[in-house]
Protein backbone atom coordinates (compact mmCIF):
# COMPACT_ATOMS: atom_id res chain seq x y z
CA UNK A 1 0.00 0.00 0.00
CA UNK A 2 1.10 3.34 -0.85
CA UNK A 3 2.08 6.31 1.65
CA UNK A 4 0.31 9.02 2.69
CA UNK A 5 1.17 13.28 2.48
CA UNK A 6 3.75 13.20 5.29
CA UNK A 7 2.77 16.39 7.39
CA UNK A 8 5.93 19.30 7.45
CA UNK A 9 4.62 21.39 10.73
CA UNK A 10 6.35 25.01 11.38
CA UNK A 11 5.84 26.83 14.57
CA UNK A 12 2.03 28.08 14.82
CA UNK A 13 3.76 31.70 16.20
CA UNK A 14 7.06 32.56 14.47
CA UNK A 15 9.68 33.98 17.27
CA UNK A 16 12.22 36.81 16.69
CA UNK A 17 14.97 34.10 17.03
CA UNK A 18 15.71 32.41 13.71
CA UNK A 19 16.69 29.12 14.49
CA UNK A 20 20.35 28.15 13.02
CA UNK A 21 19.32 24.90 11.43
CA UNK A 22 16.34 24.17 8.70
CA UNK A 23 16.07 20.35 9.98
CA UNK A 24 15.73 21.32 13.21
CA UNK A 25 12.71 23.85 12.59
CA UNK A 26 10.83 21.16 11.18
CA UNK A 27 9.05 17.71 12.46
CA UNK A 28 7.96 14.72 9.66
CA UNK A 29 5.21 12.36 10.43
CA UNK A 30 4.62 9.29 7.75
CA UNK A 31 1.39 7.28 8.16
CA UNK A 32 -0.24 5.10 6.09
CA UNK A 33 -1.77 5.57 2.57
CA UNK A 34 -5.18 6.21 4.15
CA UNK A 35 -4.78 8.75 7.75
CA UNK A 36 -7.02 8.32 10.91
CA UNK A 37 -8.64 11.50 9.49
CA UNK A 38 -9.28 10.07 5.51
CA UNK A 39 -10.39 6.74 7.41
CA UNK A 40 -13.05 9.04 9.58
CA UNK A 41 -14.05 10.80 6.00
CA UNK A 42 -14.69 7.86 4.45
CA UNK A 43 -16.48 5.97 7.66
CA UNK A 44 -18.75 9.00 8.09
CA UNK A 45 -19.79 8.74 5.03
CA UNK A 46 -20.92 5.24 4.78
CA UNK A 47 -22.85 5.82 7.56
CA UNK A 48 -24.73 8.63 6.88
CA UNK A 49 -25.55 7.31 3.30
CA UNK A 50 -26.30 3.66 4.75
CA UNK A 51 -28.10 5.71 7.67
CA UNK A 52 -30.65 7.88 5.15
CA UNK A 53 -31.25 4.77 2.87
CA UNK A 54 -32.36 2.66 6.19
CA UNK A 55 -34.48 5.40 7.42
CA UNK A 56 -36.16 5.93 3.68
CA UNK A 57 -36.57 2.02 4.43
CA UNK A 58 -38.79 2.05 7.23
CA UNK A 59 -41.17 4.31 5.57
CA UNK A 60 -41.63 1.80 2.59
CA UNK A 61 -43.81 -1.45 2.41
CA UNK A 62 -41.40 -4.29 4.12
CA UNK A 63 -40.31 -6.82 1.28
CA UNK A 64 -37.39 -8.67 3.16
CA UNK A 65 -36.42 -9.05 6.49
CA UNK A 66 -35.09 -6.18 8.54
CA UNK A 67 -31.24 -5.48 8.64
CA UNK A 68 -29.71 -6.70 11.70
CA UNK A 69 -27.09 -4.71 13.40
CA UNK A 70 -24.03 -6.93 11.89
CA UNK A 71 -25.55 -6.50 8.45
CA UNK A 72 -25.76 -3.04 8.65
CA UNK A 73 -22.04 -2.77 9.54
CA UNK A 74 -20.80 -4.99 7.15
CA UNK A 75 -22.14 -3.02 4.36
CA UNK A 76 -20.57 0.15 6.18
CA UNK A 77 -16.93 -1.30 5.82
CA UNK A 78 -17.99 -2.60 2.21
CA UNK A 79 -18.46 1.02 1.44
CA UNK A 80 -15.55 2.45 3.08
CA UNK A 81 -13.58 -0.19 1.20
CA UNK A 82 -15.24 0.51 -2.04
CA UNK A 83 -14.84 4.76 -1.68
CA UNK A 84 -11.00 3.82 -1.23
CA UNK A 85 -10.42 3.18 -5.15
CA UNK A 86 -12.18 6.50 -5.62
CA UNK A 87 -9.92 8.53 -3.21
CA UNK A 88 -7.41 7.12 -5.15
CA UNK A 89 -8.37 8.30 -8.45
CA UNK A 90 -8.86 11.93 -7.32
CA UNK A 91 -5.33 11.79 -6.12
CA UNK A 92 -3.90 10.50 -9.71
CA UNK A 93 -6.45 13.00 -11.53
CA UNK A 94 -4.92 16.07 -9.77
CA UNK A 95 -3.76 18.20 -12.64
CA UNK A 96 -0.73 20.43 -12.20
CA UNK A 97 -0.71 23.52 -14.80
CA UNK A 98 2.68 25.48 -15.66
CA UNK A 99 2.94 28.92 -13.07
CA UNK A 100 3.90 31.05 -15.61
CA UNK A 101 0.94 30.69 -18.66
CA UNK A 102 3.20 31.75 -21.74
CA UNK A 103 0.16 32.71 -23.58
CA UNK A 104 -0.82 35.72 -21.77
CA UNK A 105 2.98 37.13 -21.90
CA UNK A 106 2.03 39.80 -23.61
CA UNK A 107 -0.40 40.66 -20.88
CA UNK A 108 1.33 39.13 -17.71
CA UNK A 109 0.08 41.49 -15.08
CA UNK A 110 -3.26 42.13 -16.69
CA UNK A 111 -6.63 40.43 -14.89
CA UNK A 112 -5.45 36.99 -14.03
CA UNK A 113 -1.81 37.46 -14.87
CA UNK A 114 0.49 34.80 -16.30
CA UNK A 115 0.94 33.18 -12.75
CA UNK A 116 -1.43 30.99 -11.75
CA UNK A 117 -3.64 32.29 -14.77
CA UNK A 118 -6.26 29.79 -14.56
CA UNK A 119 -7.59 31.12 -10.75
CA UNK A 120 -9.34 34.64 -10.70
CA UNK A 121 -8.67 37.03 -7.53
CA UNK A 122 -11.32 37.30 -5.08
CA UNK A 123 -12.06 41.16 -4.86
CA UNK A 124 -14.35 43.31 -3.03
CA UNK A 125 -14.44 47.20 -3.58
CA UNK A 126 -11.37 48.87 -2.27
CA UNK A 127 -9.87 45.81 -0.70
CA UNK A 128 -6.62 43.51 -1.80
CA UNK A 129 -7.05 41.51 -4.33
CA UNK A 130 -5.69 38.07 -3.28
CA UNK A 131 -6.18 34.01 -3.68
CA UNK A 132 -6.85 31.77 -0.65
CA UNK A 133 -7.13 27.98 -0.09
CA UNK A 134 -9.07 26.24 1.23
CA UNK A 135 -11.97 28.41 0.50
CA UNK A 136 -15.67 29.18 -1.18
CA UNK A 137 -13.93 30.06 -4.53
CA UNK A 138 -11.69 26.58 -4.20
CA UNK A 139 -14.95 24.42 -3.15
CA UNK A 140 -12.49 23.72 -0.33
CA UNK A 141 -9.45 22.25 -1.78
CA UNK A 142 -5.86 23.05 -0.83
CA UNK A 143 -3.25 24.59 -2.99
CA UNK A 144 -0.02 22.25 -4.22
CA UNK A 145 3.33 23.48 -6.05
CA UNK A 146 5.70 20.83 -7.78
CA UNK A 147 9.10 22.14 -8.98
CA UNK A 148 11.69 24.68 -8.09
CA UNK A 149 13.02 25.77 -10.68
CA UNK A 150 14.75 29.50 -10.67
CA UNK A 151 15.00 29.83 -14.33
CA UNK A 152 12.11 29.28 -15.55
CA UNK A 153 8.79 29.97 -14.26
CA UNK A 154 7.17 27.68 -17.41
CA UNK A 155 8.66 24.37 -15.36
CA UNK A 156 6.97 25.26 -12.23
CA UNK A 157 3.53 24.24 -11.75
CA UNK A 158 0.65 24.52 -9.15
CA UNK A 159 -2.51 22.66 -8.88
CA UNK A 160 -5.77 22.04 -6.07
CA UNK A 161 -6.44 18.99 -4.27
CA UNK A 162 -8.53 17.89 -1.89
CA UNK A 163 -7.25 17.69 1.78
CA UNK A 164 -8.50 13.75 1.86
CA UNK A 165 -7.02 13.34 -1.65
CA UNK A 166 -3.72 14.87 -2.61
CA UNK A 167 -1.45 14.25 -5.16
CA UNK A 168 0.82 11.02 -4.68
CA UNK A 169 3.88 11.44 -2.44
CA UNK A 170 2.41 15.06 -2.04
CA UNK A 171 4.35 16.81 1.68
CA UNK A 172 1.45 18.89 3.52
CA UNK A 173 3.21 21.95 5.22
CA UNK A 174 1.30 23.41 8.33
CA UNK A 175 0.02 26.54 8.77
CA UNK A 176 -0.24 29.70 7.04
CA UNK A 177 2.02 29.85 3.88
CA UNK A 178 2.12 33.61 2.14
CA UNK A 179 3.29 33.42 -1.60
CA UNK A 180 4.24 36.20 -3.52
CA UNK A 181 4.17 37.22 -7.03
CA UNK A 182 6.83 40.40 -8.25
CA UNK A 183 7.39 41.24 -11.68
CA UNK A 184 10.40 42.71 -10.99
CA UNK A 185 12.13 42.02 -7.91
CA UNK A 186 12.76 41.42 -4.25
CA UNK A 187 16.00 43.02 -3.71
CA UNK A 188 14.76 46.41 -4.17
CA UNK A 189 13.26 47.50 -1.74
CA UNK A 190 11.08 49.38 -3.84
CA UNK A 191 9.66 46.47 -5.58
CA UNK A 192 9.55 44.43 -2.60
CA UNK A 193 7.50 46.75 -0.30
CA UNK A 194 4.92 47.05 -3.37
CA UNK A 195 4.58 43.02 -3.72
CA UNK A 196 4.37 42.36 0.10
CA UNK A 197 1.70 44.89 0.68
CA UNK A 198 -1.15 44.10 0.15
CA UNK A 199 -0.55 40.82 2.74
CA UNK A 200 -0.25 43.74 5.57
CA UNK A 201 -3.58 44.50 4.46
CA UNK A 202 -4.76 41.36 4.40
CA UNK A 203 -3.40 40.66 8.15
CA UNK A 204 -5.17 43.38 9.00
CA UNK A 205 -8.70 42.35 7.50
CA UNK A 206 -8.34 38.43 9.09
CA UNK A 207 -7.42 38.63 12.67
CA UNK A 208 -3.80 39.84 12.27
CA UNK A 209 -3.12 36.04 11.83
CA UNK A 210 0.83 35.97 10.80
CA UNK A 211 2.71 33.73 8.09
CA UNK A 212 4.91 30.17 8.76
CA UNK A 213 6.72 30.68 5.68
CA UNK A 214 7.00 32.68 2.83
CA UNK A 215 7.53 31.53 -1.10
CA UNK A 216 8.49 34.21 -3.02
CA UNK A 217 8.43 34.19 -7.35
CA UNK A 218 9.35 36.61 -10.23
CA UNK A 219 8.18 35.30 -13.23
CA UNK A 220 6.72 32.43 -11.69
CA UNK A 221 10.54 31.24 -10.91
CA UNK A 222 11.77 30.90 -7.15
CA UNK A 223 12.91 33.60 -5.07
CA UNK A 224 15.23 32.93 -1.67
CA UNK A 225 16.14 36.13 -0.35
CA UNK A 226 14.90 39.55 0.11
CA UNK A 227 16.66 43.21 0.65
CA UNK A 228 17.68 43.14 4.58
CA UNK A 229 15.79 46.35 4.96
CA UNK A 230 12.46 44.45 3.60
CA UNK A 231 13.53 41.50 6.08
CA UNK A 232 13.34 43.23 9.03
CA UNK A 233 10.25 44.89 8.09
CA UNK A 234 8.42 41.91 7.54
CA UNK A 235 9.97 41.06 10.93
CA UNK A 236 8.93 44.06 12.61
CA UNK A 237 5.54 44.12 11.85
CA UNK A 238 4.38 40.03 11.55
CA UNK A 239 6.44 40.03 14.97
CA UNK A 240 8.70 37.07 13.55
CA UNK A 241 11.49 36.85 11.07
CA UNK A 242 10.34 35.70 8.11
CA UNK A 243 11.18 31.71 6.94
CA UNK A 244 11.55 32.27 3.18
CA UNK A 245 10.41 28.14 1.87
CA UNK A 246 13.36 26.84 0.10
CA UNK A 247 12.09 23.34 -0.31
CA UNK A 248 15.17 21.60 0.93
CA UNK A 249 14.56 17.90 1.24
CA UNK A 250 11.84 18.16 -1.38
CA UNK A 251 12.28 16.21 -4.99
CA UNK A 252 12.16 18.25 -7.92
CA UNK A 253 8.43 16.28 -9.34
CA UNK A 254 7.36 15.89 -5.75
CA UNK A 255 4.15 17.88 -4.95
CA UNK A 256 4.05 20.32 -1.82
CA UNK A 257 0.64 21.44 -0.67
CA UNK A 258 -0.52 23.87 1.95
CA UNK A 259 -3.02 23.80 4.93
CA UNK A 260 -3.59 27.45 4.21
CA UNK A 261 -2.04 29.60 1.73
CA UNK A 262 -2.82 33.20 0.53
CA UNK A 263 -1.58 34.05 -2.76
CA UNK A 264 -0.85 37.80 -4.08
CA UNK A 265 -0.03 38.54 -7.73
CA UNK A 266 -1.44 42.59 -7.95
CA UNK A 267 0.86 44.16 -5.04
CA UNK A 268 -1.77 47.00 -4.04
CA UNK A 269 -3.90 46.77 -6.83
CA UNK A 270 -7.69 47.25 -6.16
CA UNK A 271 -6.91 48.73 -2.68
CA UNK A 272 -8.61 52.32 -1.97
CA UNK A 273 -6.18 55.06 -0.33
CA UNK A 274 -7.72 54.27 2.50
CA UNK A 275 -6.83 51.27 2.89
CA UNK A 276 -3.34 51.72 1.85
CA UNK A 277 -2.90 54.37 4.37
CA UNK A 278 -3.76 51.81 6.92
CA UNK A 279 -1.38 49.16 6.40
CA UNK A 280 1.52 52.03 5.91
CA UNK A 281 -0.16 53.07 9.16
CA UNK A 282 0.45 49.41 10.69
CA UNK A 283 4.13 49.07 9.38
CA UNK A 284 4.88 52.79 10.69
CA UNK A 285 4.00 51.76 13.92
CA UNK A 286 5.62 48.13 14.04
CA UNK A 287 8.58 49.71 12.81
CA UNK A 288 8.62 52.05 15.75
CA UNK A 289 8.38 49.40 18.18
CA UNK A 290 10.64 47.55 16.67
CA UNK A 291 13.57 49.42 17.00
CA UNK A 292 12.17 51.71 20.31
CA UNK A 293 11.52 54.64 18.63
CA UNK A 294 8.94 56.90 20.52
CA UNK A 295 5.38 56.45 19.50
CA UNK A 296 4.23 60.00 20.04
CA UNK A 297 3.72 62.23 17.19
CA UNK A 298 6.00 64.48 16.11
CA UNK A 299 3.90 67.52 17.65
CA UNK A 300 5.23 66.92 21.08
CA UNK A 301 8.73 68.58 20.47
CA UNK A 302 9.46 72.16 20.86
CA UNK A 303 12.64 74.04 21.04
CA UNK A 304 13.34 76.49 23.65
CA UNK A 305 11.27 78.66 22.80
CA UNK A 306 8.26 76.74 22.79
CA UNK A 307 8.05 76.22 18.81
CA UNK A 308 7.42 73.12 17.58
CA UNK A 309 10.56 71.76 15.97
CA UNK A 310 10.24 71.19 12.45
CA UNK A 311 13.11 68.21 11.19
CA UNK A 312 14.38 68.67 7.61
CA UNK A 313 16.54 65.79 6.45
CA UNK A 314 18.65 65.98 3.48
CA UNK A 315 19.26 61.71 2.89
CA UNK A 316 22.05 61.27 0.40
CA UNK A 317 23.43 58.83 -1.65
CA UNK A 318 26.79 58.01 -3.60
CA UNK A 319 27.19 57.37 -7.04
CA UNK A 320 23.99 57.05 -9.29
CA UNK A 321 21.58 60.01 -8.80
CA UNK A 322 23.95 61.45 -6.33
CA UNK A 323 24.18 65.69 -5.93
CA UNK A 324 27.30 66.65 -8.14
CA UNK A 325 27.94 69.27 -5.32
CA UNK A 326 26.59 68.00 -2.46
CA UNK A 327 27.95 71.05 -0.13
CA UNK A 328 26.31 73.53 -2.21
CA UNK A 329 23.25 71.63 -1.56
CA UNK A 330 23.51 71.73 1.88
CA UNK A 331 24.26 75.54 2.03
CA UNK A 332 21.31 76.37 0.43
CA UNK A 333 18.70 74.12 2.80
CA UNK A 334 21.18 75.51 6.07
CA UNK A 335 20.68 78.73 4.70
CA UNK A 336 16.55 78.80 4.79
CA UNK A 337 16.33 76.35 7.31
CA UNK A 338 18.18 79.20 9.85
CA UNK A 339 15.59 81.47 8.92
CA UNK A 340 12.59 79.52 10.34
CA UNK A 341 12.38 79.17 14.07
CA UNK A 342 12.41 75.59 15.14
CA UNK A 343 14.06 74.34 12.08
CA UNK A 344 16.71 71.46 12.78
CA UNK A 345 18.61 70.26 9.51
CA UNK A 346 19.87 66.69 9.24
CA UNK A 347 22.08 65.24 6.66
CA UNK A 348 22.53 61.42 6.33
CA UNK A 349 23.71 58.86 3.38
CA UNK A 350 21.14 56.07 3.60
CA UNK A 351 24.07 53.20 2.91
CA UNK A 352 25.90 54.33 6.29
CA UNK A 353 22.61 53.74 8.42
CA UNK A 354 21.14 50.28 9.95
CA UNK A 355 17.25 49.78 9.59
CA UNK A 356 16.31 51.30 12.76
CA UNK A 357 18.41 53.91 12.33
CA UNK A 358 16.52 54.99 9.40
CA UNK A 359 13.42 54.20 11.43
CA UNK A 360 14.61 56.54 14.16
CA UNK A 361 15.90 59.49 11.64
CA UNK A 362 12.16 59.29 9.35
CA UNK A 363 10.54 59.67 12.72
CA UNK A 364 12.48 63.05 13.33
CA UNK A 365 11.75 64.20 9.68
CA UNK A 366 9.03 66.56 8.58
CA UNK A 367 10.63 67.32 5.67
CA UNK A 368 12.60 64.69 3.55
CA UNK A 369 15.09 66.22 0.66
CA UNK A 370 16.70 63.50 -1.34
CA UNK A 371 17.44 62.37 -4.92
CA UNK A 372 15.16 59.54 -6.48
CA UNK A 373 15.81 56.25 -5.66
CA UNK A 374 15.46 53.38 -3.37
CA UNK A 375 16.32 55.34 -0.46
CA UNK A 376 13.00 57.17 -0.51
CA UNK A 377 10.83 54.06 0.32
CA UNK A 378 11.72 55.36 3.99
CA UNK A 379 9.21 57.89 3.38
CA UNK A 380 6.46 56.22 5.07
CA UNK A 381 8.27 56.12 8.05
CA UNK A 382 7.63 59.62 8.96
CA UNK A 383 4.69 60.86 10.63
CA UNK A 384 1.34 61.41 8.34
CA UNK A 385 1.28 64.28 6.62
CA UNK A 386 5.08 65.03 6.44
CA UNK A 387 6.66 66.61 3.21
CA UNK A 388 8.64 65.16 0.21
CA UNK A 389 11.46 67.09 -2.23
CA UNK A 390 12.60 64.97 -5.26
CA UNK A 391 15.79 65.59 -7.24
CA UNK A 392 15.77 63.92 -10.69
CA UNK A 393 18.98 63.80 -13.10
CA UNK A 394 18.73 65.26 -17.03
CA UNK A 395 16.40 63.15 -18.84
CA UNK A 396 14.09 61.06 -16.82
CA UNK A 397 11.25 63.29 -17.14
CA UNK A 398 11.36 62.79 -21.49
CA UNK A 399 12.51 59.20 -21.04
CA UNK A 400 11.88 57.25 -17.65
CA UNK A 401 8.17 56.57 -18.43
CA UNK A 402 5.57 55.98 -15.57
CA UNK A 403 8.25 54.69 -13.35
CA UNK A 404 9.57 57.97 -12.12
CA UNK A 405 6.53 58.98 -10.16
CA UNK A 406 6.97 55.65 -7.58
CA UNK A 407 7.23 57.92 -5.13
CA UNK A 408 4.48 60.31 -6.14
CA UNK A 409 2.62 57.57 -5.51
CA UNK A 410 3.79 56.15 -2.35
CA UNK A 411 3.50 59.12 -0.85
CA UNK A 412 -0.25 59.31 -1.63
CA UNK A 413 -0.92 55.86 -0.47
CA UNK A 414 0.68 56.46 2.95
CA UNK A 415 -0.64 59.92 3.81
CA UNK A 416 2.27 62.40 2.28
CA UNK A 417 3.29 65.12 1.27
CA UNK A 418 5.17 65.40 -1.99
CA UNK A 419 6.01 68.86 -3.16
CA UNK A 420 7.21 68.07 -6.37
CA UNK A 421 10.29 67.70 -8.19
CA UNK A 422 13.67 69.23 -9.22
CA UNK A 423 15.24 68.07 -12.47
CA UNK A 424 18.09 69.27 -13.60
CA UNK A 425 18.44 70.91 -17.33
CA UNK A 426 21.63 70.56 -17.82
CA UNK A 427 24.22 67.32 -18.08
CA UNK A 428 25.67 64.80 -20.60
CA UNK A 429 24.18 65.09 -24.46
CA UNK A 430 23.02 61.57 -25.60
CA UNK A 431 25.34 60.57 -28.04
CA UNK A 432 22.52 57.72 -30.06
CA UNK A 433 20.12 60.81 -31.40
CA UNK A 434 16.15 59.91 -30.21
CA UNK A 435 17.34 55.96 -28.88
CA UNK A 436 15.25 56.42 -26.03
CA UNK A 437 16.34 53.66 -24.19
CA UNK A 438 20.08 53.44 -25.19
CA UNK A 439 19.74 57.42 -23.73
CA UNK A 440 17.78 56.66 -20.99
CA UNK A 441 20.39 53.87 -20.06
CA UNK A 442 23.21 57.05 -19.93
CA UNK A 443 20.67 59.32 -17.78
CA UNK A 444 19.69 56.67 -15.66
CA UNK A 445 22.26 57.27 -13.59
CA UNK A 446 23.45 60.77 -14.26
CA UNK A 447 24.78 63.17 -11.35
CA UNK A 448 22.20 65.82 -10.42
CA UNK A 449 23.20 69.51 -10.22
CA UNK A 450 21.28 72.42 -8.89
CA UNK A 451 19.87 75.75 -9.08
CA UNK A 452 20.40 78.48 -6.32
CA UNK A 453 17.80 80.24 -7.02
CA UNK A 454 15.26 77.59 -8.01
CA UNK A 455 16.21 75.51 -5.06
CA UNK A 456 15.96 78.20 -2.57
CA UNK A 457 12.72 79.69 -3.38
CA UNK A 458 11.51 75.83 -3.43
CA UNK A 459 12.78 75.32 0.27
CA UNK A 460 11.71 78.94 1.50
CA UNK A 461 8.24 77.58 0.20
CA UNK A 462 8.01 74.33 1.94
CA UNK A 463 9.69 75.20 5.04
CA UNK A 464 7.00 78.13 5.40
CA UNK A 465 4.27 75.29 4.79
CA UNK A 466 5.43 73.37 7.04
CA UNK A 467 5.88 76.42 10.01
CA UNK A 468 1.91 77.20 9.19
CA UNK A 469 1.02 73.87 9.44
CA UNK A 470 3.02 73.12 12.85
CA UNK A 471 1.56 76.14 14.36
CA UNK A 472 -1.96 75.09 13.60
CA UNK A 473 -1.58 71.60 15.32
CA UNK A 474 -0.21 72.99 17.86
CA UNK A 475 -2.79 75.40 18.55
CA UNK A 476 -5.25 72.59 18.35
CA UNK A 477 -3.46 70.52 20.17
CA UNK A 478 -3.64 67.60 17.69
CA UNK A 479 -1.07 64.90 17.41
CA UNK A 480 -0.33 62.45 15.15
CA UNK A 481 -2.85 58.86 15.87
CA UNK A 482 -1.12 57.18 13.01
CA UNK A 483 1.97 56.38 14.95
CA UNK A 484 0.47 55.84 18.60
CA UNK A 485 -1.56 53.00 18.58
CA UNK A 486 -0.64 50.12 16.77
CA UNK A 487 -3.16 48.03 14.39
CA UNK A 488 -3.38 44.69 15.60
CA UNK A 489 -2.82 44.92 19.41
Known amino acids: ?37 LSVFLLALCVSLFTL ?18 NYWERVANCTQELKPAVEKLRQAVTFLPLKDLRYADKALQGHTWFMSSMNDTHEEGEVQYQQFPSEPSKGRLLCFKGKDTRDGSWNSYALAWPEALPINAKLLKGLTFVSYNHYDYGNIWHGLSATTSFVAWHIRNGCESPNRWILYHWGELRFTMALWLRILAE ?41 VESYD ?13 LEGRIAEVNKQGLPVIGMTLLLRTGARSFKNESAVIGILEKECAKIDGCRLMVAYSSNLTFCEQVKLMSLTDILATPHGAQLTNLFLMDRNSS ?14 VGQYVFHWLASWSGM ?11 DECPYGEDGRRCMSLYKNGKIGFNETELTEWTKKVLNEEKLKKLEEAAANKIDSSTSICACG
Open 417 to 427: RHQGTWRDPDG
Open 1 to 37: MGKSPPVLSRPTNPTLKKPSDHKQRTTMSVSSLYSPK
Open 282 to 294: LMRCRARMFCNVS
Open 236 to 276: ATYGGAPYIERFEGIDDGQPVCFEKAVVMRHNEGGMSRNRR
Open 53 to 70: YHIQSLHAPPSSPPWSTM
Open 388 to 401: IMEFFPKGWLELAG
